[in-house]
């Protein structure tokens, strides 16, 4: 069973993506679970304030430390987790081999930032990894967060079934995944290649490893090394 607690000051852009698809079934069927924080909820004032204004000066609003602090707290008072992690541009990049590994693990929290980011406090003092989904920027961490679960949740062992397979998936063995036809055979005179409709098994894995080979040599040399 993975646990993943998101902590956002804007939970409500991540719940119908998570209620929906393979997401909804990992939940329904008690392999994943995914719990939603309003950072505003553990504000400590009356107000409700999540962020200030940088020390020092300079454009955008900080995420606050307090709040933020109060919730991991809470979290951490009721479970152990395996990682705190934070999504944020000037993290490590995230690749198929750092989900897989995040998939073997219990309880994980996913910090969302916003705005100029967070207090660096809360890196120094309760963030164990920093995750970016990409060498750009995002308006928030919620997308991120969102992208970083997908790719766990559908490696946790039950959620997917032989039809979904992640065992064929592109990266898994540094080769992207060949292309797939469907039915019709045939579109407007464009053909299904023929080995495909030949029922010979062997023949066709060959012929999708060596389409697997030549897309990866055409379009991500860089995997082949
Ligand atoms: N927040 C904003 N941009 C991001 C990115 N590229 N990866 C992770 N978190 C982010």
Same mark, same amino acid.
């Given at each position: 069973?993975?646990?993943?607690?998101?902590?956002?000051?804007?939970?409500?852009?991540?719940?119908?993506?998570?209620?929906?698809?393979?997401?909804? $079934?990992?939940?329904?069927?008690?392999?994943?679970?995914?719990?939603?924080? /309003?950072? $505003?909820?553990?504000?400590?004032?009356?107000?409700?304030?999540?962020?200030?204004? +940088?020390?020092?000066?300079? +454009?955008?609003?900080?995420?606050?430390?307090?709040?933020? +602090? $109060?919730?991991? &707290?809470?979290?951490?008072?009721?479970?152990?987790? /395996?990682?705190?992690?934070? %999504?944020? =541009?000037?993290?490590?990049?995230?690749?198929?081999?750092?989900?897989?590994? %995040?998939?073997?693990?219990?309880?994980?929290?996913?910090?969302?930032?916003?705005?100029?980011?967070?207090?660096? &406090?809360?890196?120094?003092?309760?963030?164990?990894?920093?995750?970016?989904?990409?060498?750009?920027?995002?308006?928030?961490?919620?997308?991120?967060? +969102?992208? %970083?679960?997908?790719?766990?949740?559908?490696?946790? =062992?039950?959620?997917?079934?032989?039809?979904?397979?992640?065992?064929?998936?592109?990266?898994?063995?540094?080769?992207?995944?060949?292309?797939?036809?469907?039915?019709?055979?045939?579109?407007?005179?464009?053909?299904?290649?023929?080995? %495909?409709?030949?029922?010979?098994?062997?023949?066709?894995?060959?012929?999708?490893?060596?389409?697997?080979?030549?897309?990866?040599?055409? &379009?991500?040399?860089?995997?082949?090394?």
């Amino acid at each position: 069973m993975m646990r993943i607690d998101i902590i956002s000051c804007v939970p409500s852009l991540l719940e119908s993506f998570f209620a929906h698809s393979i997401l909804k $079934r990992a939940q329904q069927g008690g392999h994943a679970e995914v719990v939603l924080h /309003d950072i $505003r909820d553990y504000s400590v004032n009356k107000h409700r304030t999540i962020d200030d204004y +940088a020390f020092g000066g300079g +454009a955008g609003m900080v995420l606050q430390i307090e709040p933020i +602090a $109060r919730c991991i &707290r809470a979290l951490q008072a009721q479970r152990n987790y /395996d990682e705190v992690i934070y %999504l944020t =541009p000037d993290g490590e990049l995230m690749e198929q081999k750092m989900v897989n590994q %995040l998939s073997l693990k219990g309880n994980l929290i996913m910090l969302c930032g916003h705005y100029k980011g967070v207090d660096q &406090r809360v890196r120094d003092l309760f963030i164990t990894k920093e995750i970016s989904i990409g060498d750009y920027v995002l308006s928030g961490g919620e997308l991120a967060a +969102a992208v %970083l679960a997908d790719a766990i949740i559908r490696l946790v =062992p039950g959620v997917l079934n032989d039809e979904t397979s992640a065992l064929t998936d592109s990266f898994q063995d540094n080769l992207l995944a060949p292309p797939v036809y469907s039915r019709p055979s045939d579109f407007e005179g464009n053909i299904v290649p023929e080995i %495909l409709m030949s029922g010979h098994e062997a023949k066709i894995e060959e012929w999708r490893y060596e389409q697997s080979v030549k897309r990866t040599r055409e &379009r991500r040399p860089d995997l082949l090394k």
